[in-house]
């Protein structure tokens, strides 16, 4: 495993984190039997900074996150979140993240954080987000309840703009620089680099789509994305390469990004993901992605408010 400094403060970050999402069976049941023996894996790949939420089946992740990590808490970087509890179930209050978030360090039988997030910000009012919830984790940093404050969400262009607003410790996007996408480039990273702020990618396999399995029955992307995908996974195939692996490995590659959230669901998926820091793509295997990505990178979603689209945070910047 590499690490590498989560923005100014030297606690070094593995530059793959266990994204838990997969904890809540957001992507398919999985036996709460295997927490342990799936958490355990990730520590003993070196992994040593772990994603969750409460939206993530509703508390489940937390809990079942928490239950695994006990023994080991200690030596792991643990982040939640705060705002989204559920598919349409947002509240960004004060008074709603801080009373809620004593529920997630009851799931998670902990009395602090390391990060604090603001879950999904593309949800909300973004003077609320600015005005009212970031200084609620400010309140909840000052009393030691949480280490560090972060921002979440789909747009890069509204989380560098909310940045540029009100400084936060880290900011974490999902889908927009992974083999189907490089966007998050455009506004979020020079911000990120300029502001001091820790970079967190999330979603290598763009939730999913590049897993070869099952897609997901909510997952948003468009048909055109979903073929690209598969026509990534079949080159993978044919040249005998992890499809999983090459996914998290171009993550990797990137210069200012922390860490790179992954969501494995078994053993198997923790040693695929851990096995892109010792990869090296066949050559010719990058330049037949290009290929079938061509003129299809970057093709996004509807996601959140309609004052909050990417659009309006883009104007005039060019690539
Ligand atoms: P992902 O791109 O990591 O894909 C996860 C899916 O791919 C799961 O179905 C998993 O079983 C499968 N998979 C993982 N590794 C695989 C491998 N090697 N081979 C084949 N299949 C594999 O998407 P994600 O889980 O959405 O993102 C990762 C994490 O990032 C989340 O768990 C969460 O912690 C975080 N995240 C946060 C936000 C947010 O805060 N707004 C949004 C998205 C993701």
Redesign the pocket.
Not at 202 to 213: D, F, K, Q, R
Not at 242 to 245: I, S, V
């Given at each position: 495993m590499i690490y590498k400094k989560f923005g100014h403060t030297g606690d070094p970050l593995s530059v793959i984190?266990?994204?838990?999402?997969?904890l809540g069976n957001?992507?398919?049941s999985i036996s709460s039997e295997f927490d342990r023996g799936l958490v355990a894996a990730a520590i003993e790949s070196g992994i040593n900074f772990f994603?969750?939420?409460p939206y993530?089946g509703l508390g489940l992740a937390e809990e079942r996150l928490g239950a695994a990590l006990q023994p080991d808490r200690d030596q792991c970087f643990l982040?939640t979140?705060c705002g989204?509890y559920g598919v349409d179930d947002f509240d960004f209050s004060a008074a709603g993240v801080t009373r809620r978030f004593e529920d997630s360090l009851r799931r998670l039988r902990t009395d602090h954080v390391d990060l604090l997030?603001i879950?999904?910000i593309e949800f909300g009012d973004l003077n609320q987000v600015v005005g009212e919830t970031l200084p609620a984790l400010t309140v909840l940093k000052e009393q030691g309840k949480t280490r560090f404050i972060g921002i979440?969400?789909?747009w890069p262009g509204l989380l560098a703009e909310t940045l540029e607003r009100h400084p936060t410790d880290s900011v974490?996007?999902?889908?927009h620089w992974?083999l189907l996408a490089d966007d998050m480039d455009i506004r979020l990273t020079p911000t990120c680099e300029r502001l001091g702020a820790a970079l967190?990618n999330?979603?290598?396999?763009?939730?999913?789509?590049?897993?070869?399995?099952p897609i997901?029955e909510w997952h948003p992307a468009p048909a055109i994305v979903r073929e690209k995908a598969s026509e990534i996974v079949k080159l993978c195939v044919r040249n005998d390469v992890?499809?999983?692996?090459l996914?998290?490995w171009k993550c990797l590659q990137h210069p200012r990004v922390t860490s790179t959230?992954?969501?494995?669901?078994?053993v198997?998926?923790?040693?695929?993901?851990c096995a892109a820091v010792a990869l090296q793509p066949p050559t010719g295997l990058l330049s037949e992605v290009e290929v079938i990505m061509h003129g299809a990178l970057n093709i996004w979603w509807p996601q959140g408010r309609a004052e909050n689209q990417e659009c309006s945070f883009n104007e005039g910047i060019g690539r």
């Open positions: 984190g266990f994204g838990a999402s997969p957001v992507f398919g994603d969750v939420s993530y982040a979140k989204r997030q879950h999904d979440t969400g789909y974490l996007n999902y889908c992974n967190i999330a979603s290598p396999l763009h939730m999913g789509l590049l897993s070869g399995g997901a992890d499809h999983g692996t996914a998290v959230l992954v969501g494995m669901a078994n198997e998926q923790v040693k695929s993901a």
